[in-house]
């Protein structure tokens, strides 16, 4: 048995601009992941194919379409973890990395730490031929960052205590991959621009380690997406895989997961995915959609939905 689970972000809209491309991006990443798998490539190998391929769309938050900071930066987070021995790496405030996956990956495997951040990161990256592509600000963006101030300058919004809007029509798009090989090798990797506004050098939780992704093959993995302050506070990627190493399923974690970020911080905040070693998939929102997708060997055909009511 083998298979994968991905999300493209919690949050969307019905009024997203382009559902069809996001639809589009979710099923290139499933099958990128799944065929991965299918050819014999590990976990690993699955989820950073799965989220490299949204990186590269355009269609979500992270990479080429990564969202901007208040002062127009693009700085990303990507996170990665192998299940069998906990290893981990990951990379905060990347500055206009196209592929922060494969940054994250090699911090795992070619460093003797968990976390390089912004400049150190860089210097780090340079060595694999990793640099800021200046792509990834474009003047779409910028004019939509314009947008995005002017609103926040009227009062418009949701002001966080740090003055930063909280666009919720901006927001969609982060992405995460868990999946599990024939060998039962559990993995899962997340990439995130953050959201629009944000602070630059603020951290979300997709590079922080039982915060927005986590995996431990003798029980399953997970990965987190929407406001990552609270999933940082409430450590939900280790809380929702912590309930699959007490029997729960796949499902049963991330609704508890989730009812937990909802009942300390309220509706409209987070999303989980997670999957079991069973090959289970579990998906919760609090928010109104999340681009969510699964295939695992025997399914018939792949799992691709947005909204509630998608089947
Ligand atoms: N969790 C991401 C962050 O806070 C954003 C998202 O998932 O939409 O950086």
């Not at 290893?87 to 390089?116: I, Q």
């Not at 868990?178 to 944000?198: H, R």
Request: charge should be negative.
């Amino acid at each position: 048995m083998f298979g994968i689970v991905i999300h493209g972000g919690a949050g969307v809209l019905r009024g997203h601009h382009d559902l069809e491309a996001y639809r589009k991006g979710l099923d290139s990443a499933l099958s990128k992941g799944y065929s991965s798998l299918a050819e014999g490539g590990s976990a690993l190998d699955a989820v950073v194919a799965a989220v490299y391929d949204m990186e590269e769309s355009g269609a979500f938050n992270a990479g080429v379409g990564c969202s901007l900071t208040v002062d127009g930066r693009a700085e990303v987070d990507a996170g990665i973890m192998n299940g069998n021995d906990l290893s981990a790496g990951a990379v905060a405030s990347l500055d206009s990395v196209r592929h922060p996956v494969l940054a994250a990956k090699r911090v795992m495997e070619d460093t003797d730490h968990v976390l390089l951040v912004g400049p150190g990161a860089m210097a780090f990256l340079e060595t694999y031929g990793i640099r800021s592509d200046p792509e990834l600000v474009t003047p779409v963006k910028l004019q939509k960052l314009n947008e995005l101030r002017q609103k926040w300058v009227a009062g418009e919004g949701r002001l966080a205590k740090n003055r930063i809007v909280y666009d919720r029509g901006a927001r969609h798009g982060t992405v995460g991959a868990v999946a599990i090989d024939s060998k039962g090798m559990i993995s899962s990797a997340v990439s995130t621009g953050g959201y629009w506004l944000k602070l630059s050098g603020r951290v979300g939780d997709s590079p922080i380690p039982g915060a927005g992704f986590w995996a431990d093959s003798r029980f399953g993995g997970a990965v987190a997406t929407g406001t990552g302050e609270y999933a940082i506070r409430t450590t939900l990627c280790r809380y929702a895989v912590d309930l699959l190493a007490r029997q729960e399923c796949a499902q049963s974690a991330a609704d508890a997961a989730i009812a937990e970020v909802t009942r300390r911080f309220g509706n409209g905040t987070m999303g989980i995915i997670v999957l079991d070693k069973e090959g289970d998939a579990g998906f919760s929102y609090n928010t109104e959609g999340m681009g969510r997708a699964a295939f695992f060997s025997g399914w018939e055909k792949p799992l691709v939905q947005v909204f509630p009511e998608d089947k």
